[in-house]
């Protein structure tokens, strides 16, 4: 494209054939020359040996015109040509300027349209001729071709040749632009063209930097929106032209493909594209976001997307990470959120763009799907679902042994887990660092039969490494029912007593007397008090497991049996470590 300044260096205009620039009215009636028909010819003979198929518009009185033409006699010498002289005529036809016979003969023609014209002696140079070149009472025949038509009265002509169906703004003065360009000349003659040149036509509308007709032709315009705009001369480059490749006087068509359009003011704007109901938290600066996006320029054209790495984009919002138009983007959204962003180039990546796929001062529009958020002082968040409708009187605590079933997902609704699939509820004791800290959390304070849903932050979950199945810095969703609860054991602990020991409490233990206590026997005596109710074994494990590991500890030279001076309660453990310590 062409800057609409002055050019460094113009194509000087050869003056015009004086024959036909000559005013000259015929003198008297001319006898002219025998018509086809035999007789003189009464008016100028058109033939039409070249019509296009599209002609927007006619010659008409006043008009001025551009053509090329050959002139010969009857004979079919050539007394005159346009071309040997590499140069156009340009005037202003039905004024007086042309002869009579070629003012007629140009009238109704169409650009590109080829015409072949006999001009009798009384519409030419009549009986006086013009010395040296056309004698008198000559019958003048032109080829004639059309190249361009335009009026003083004329304006930008625009023609939208497609428009979006989606225009999120159109062109004012003062706007930033990037747009493609085809340039021809009336006639279809290419000058210019922006797609040989690697990259767009960047500049400012109605800031003098255009020519004023493209200044005109581009207002109102949509990103990827295609124009035909045709520009009279005196809005182009004038009398003067433009260098070699634009003549003076030439009417210019420009085919535009708006690429983008933004201004220096403009601030990031927003469209909601969905909005899930119950949206009671909203992203801030300084939390942590997981969401997909598919990345575009103006015209559609994708430079990026998360969809197709399977994978999302994770970081922190307000905090520089990300371009400042996606930082102030991105805050305000809810989990599950589809939005639309447009970032101007200021706020993104500028004037120099980044990589090959963003070009300088290009507007980006990012459609993006939340998937979460959360921020590093999140606690875990519990919602009631139901709870059963008799008293209440024990809620789950630490250390207690629990049965439930849950099922996991992630926010958007992937499901990742739930026991269902085993048939079976999950077992746990809480505090026991068995299951993820936040489900330990939201599984206390829980009657048997409640129902809750946990909203848990991956740094109370599987934190930014994720695990089997669970992406990295995911919140997850657990809905949970608690199905039952045992009271656990003080840490430390794999037997309690629900009354004090007997006193005799080894005597008691050797069941045949003879001094020493086999796993049989311990076994035996243990499996009594825990069926009696005099005590009870810690809750979620194998009790034989459990069995076997009380006697180990009991064993202290781990020789297969246990002695008076062996066993020893842990409480009474306990106590003598106390003294050793002091």
Same mark, same amino acid.
């Given at each position: 494209?062409?800057?609409?300044?002055?050019?460094?260096?113009?194509?000087?205009?050869?003056?015009?054939?004086?024959?036909?620039?000559?005013?000259v009215q015929a003198v008297?009636?001319?006898?002219?020359?025998?018509?086809?028909?035999?007789?003189?010819?009464?008016?100028?003979?058109?033939?039409?040996?070249? /019509?296009?198929?599209?002609?927007?518009?006619?010659?008409?009185?006043?008009?001025?015109?551009?053509?090329?033409?050959?002139?010969?006699?009857?004979?079919?010498?050539?007394?005159?040509?346009?071309?040997?002289?590499?140069?156009?005529?340009?005037?202003?036809?039905?004024?007086?300027?042309?002869?009579?016979?070629?003012?007629?003969?140009?009238?109704?023609?169409?650009?590109?349209?080829?015409?072949?014209?006999?001009?009798?002696?009384?519409?030419?140079?009549?009986?006086?001729?013009?010395?040296?070149?056309?004698?008198?009472?000559?019958?003048?025949?032109?080829?004639?071709?059309?190249?361009?038509?335009?009026?003083?009265?004329?304006?930008?002509?625009?023609?939208?040749?497609?428009?979006?169906?989606?225009?999120?703004?159109?062109?004012?003065?003062?706007?930033?632009?990037?747009?493609?360009?085809?340039?021809?000349?009336?006639?279809?003659?290419?000058?210019?063209?922006?797609?040989?040149?690697?990259?767009?036509?960047?500049?400012?509308?109605?800031?003098?930097?255009?020519?004023?007709?493209?200044?005109?032709?581009?207002?109102?315009?949509?990103?990827?929106? @295609?124009?035909?705009?045709?520009?009279?001369?005196?809005?182009?480059?004038?009398?003067?032209?433009?260098?070699?490749? /634009?003549?003076?006087?030439?009417?210019?068509?420009?085919?535009?493909?708006?690429?983008?359009?933004?201004?220096?003011?403009?601030?990031?704007?927003?469209?909601?594209?969905?909005?899930?109901?119950?949206?009671?938290?909203?992203?801030?600066?300084?939390?942590?976001?997981?969401?997909?996006?598919?990345?575009?320029?103006?015209?559609?054209?994708?430079?990026?997307?998360?969809?197709? @790495?399977?994978?999302?984009?994770?970081?922190?919002?307000?905090?520089?990470?990300?371009?400042?138009?996606?930082?102030?983007?991105?805050?305000g959204a809810c989990i599950?959120?589809?939005?639309?962003?447009?970032?101007?180039?200021?706020?993104?990546?500028?004037?120099?763009?980044?990589?090959?796929?963003?070009?300088?001062?290009?507007?980006? /529009?990012?459609?993006?799907?939340?998937?979460?958020?959360?921020?590093?002082?999140?606690?875990?968040?519990?919602?009631?679902?139901?709870?059963?409708?008799?008293?209440?009187?024990?809620?789950?605590?630490?250390?207690?042994?629990?049965?439930?079933?849950?099922?996991?997902?992630?926010?958007?609704?992937?499901?990742?887990?739930?026991?269902?699939?085993?048939?079976?509820?999950?077992?746990?004791?809480?505090?026991?660092?068995?299951?993820?800290?936040?489900?330990?959390?939201?599984?206390?304070?829980?009657?048997?039969?409640?129902? @809750?849903?946990?909203?848990?932050?991956?740094?109370?979950?599987?934190?930014?490494?994720?695990?089997?199945?669970?992406?990295?810095?995911?919140?997850?969703?657990?809905?949970?029912?608690?199905?039952?609860?045992?009271?656990?054991?003080?840490?430390?602990?794999?037997?309690?007593?629900?009354?004090?020991?007997?006193?005799?409490?080894?005597?008691?233990?050797?069941?045949?007397?003879?001094?020493?206590?086999?796993?049989?026997?311990?076994?035996?005596?243990?499996?009594?008090?825990?069926?009696?109710?005099?005590?009870?074994?810690?809750?979620?494990?194998?009790?034989?497991?459990?069995?076997?590991?009380?006697?180990?500890?009991?064993?202290?030279?781990?020789?297969?049996?246990?002695?008076?001076?062996?066993l020893k309660l842990k409480?009474?453990?306990?106590?003598?470590?106390?003294?050793?310590?002091?």
């Amino acid at each position: 494209m062409f800057p609409a300044g002055p050019p460094s260096h113009s194509l000087l205009r050869l003056p015009l054939l004086q024959l036909l620039l000559l005013v000259v009215q015929a003198v008297g009636r001319g006898l002219g020359r025998a018509s086809p028909a035999g007789g003189p010819l009464e008016d100028v003979v058109i033939e039409r040996y070249h /019509i296009p198929r599209a002609c927007p518009r006619e010659v008409q009185m006043g008009d001025f015109v551009r053509y090329h033409y050959n002139g010969t006699f009857e004979d079919g010498k050539k007394f005159d040509s346009s071309y040997d002289r590499n140069t156009l005529v340009a005037i202003v036809v039905g004024v007086g300027r042309l002869i009579t016979g070629m003012d007629r003969g140009l009238m109704g023609m169409c650009v590109n349209e080829r015409r072949r014209l006999i001009v009798p002696p009384h519409l030419g140079y009549g009986s006086i001729g013009l010395a040296g070149l056309i004698p008198p009472d000559a019958t003048l025949y032109f080829d004639v071709v059309l190249l361009d038509v335009w009026n003083k009265e004329d304006t930008v002509q625009v023609s939208t040749l497609l428009r979006p169906p989606h225009c999120p703004r159109m062109v004012q003065d003062g706007d930033f632009v990037r747009y493609h360009y085809n340039g021809t000349l009336l006639d279809g003659t290419s000058f210019d063209t922006s797609y040989s040149k690697g990259g767009t036509y960047d500049t400012y509308v109605g800031s003098g930097w255009l020519i004023k007709g493209m200044d005109q032709g581009l207002l109102g315009m949509c990103p990827g929106e @295609r124009r035909k705009i045709i520009i009279p001369p005196f809005l182009a480059y004038g009398e003067k032209g433009y260098g070699t490749v /634009i003549p003076p006087h030439a009417s210019l068509v420009f085919h535009i493909l708006l690429i983008d359009v933004h201004n220096p003011k403009d601030t990031v704007q927003l469209e909601t594209l969905e909005l899930p109901a119950g949206c009671v938290r909203r992203a801030v600066a300084g939390d942590f976001m997981r969401y997909h996006y598919n990345g575009s320029l103006m015209d559609g054209t994708l430079f990026d997307s998360s969809y197709s @790495r399977n994978h999302t984009y994770n970081t922190y919002i307000g905090q520089g990470y990300i371009i400042p138009g996606m930082d102030q983007g991105l805050q305000g959204a809810c989990i599950g959120e589809r939005r639309r962003i447009t970032i101007p180039p200021h706020l993104a990546y500028g004037e120099n763009g980044t990589g090959d796929k963003i070009p300088g001062s290009a507007v980006l /529009i990012f459609n993006v799907h939340v998937i979460d958020f959360h921020n590093p002082a999140d606690v875990v968040e519990i919602r009631t679902l139901s709870r059963p409708s008799e008293t209440c009187n024990e809620t789950t605590k630490l250390g207690d042994f629990v049965r439930y079933h849950y099922n996991c997902s992630l926010l958007d609704g992937t499901q990742l887990f739930t026991s269902h699939d085993y048939g079976a509820p999950q077992e746990a004791t809480l505090g026991a660092n068995k299951v993820i800290e936040g489900l330990d959390t939201g599984l206390q304070g829980m009657c048997v039969g409640e129902r @809750r849903q946990l909203i848990v932050p991956p740094h109370l979950a599987h934190g930014e490494s994720g695990a089997r199945g669970v992406p990295g810095s995911a919140v997850l969703l657990f809905e949970v029912e608690l199905v039952s609860r045992e009271d656990g054991l003080p840490t430390g602990y794999l037997f309690v007593w629900h009354e004090d020991p007997p006193a005799n409490l080894f005597e008691d233990m050797d069941l045949n007397k003879d001094g020493e206590v086999p796993p049989e026997e311990f076994s035996t005596f243990i499996k009594a008090q825990v069926s009696e109710g005099k005590g009870r074994l810690m809750p979620g494990q194998d009790p034989e497991k459990t069995i076997g590991d009380m006697f180990q500890n009991q064993d202290r030279n781990q020789d297969g049996k246990i002695t008076v001076e062996e066993l020893k309660l842990k409480s009474d453990e306990d106590q003598e470590r106390v003294h050793e310590e002091l």
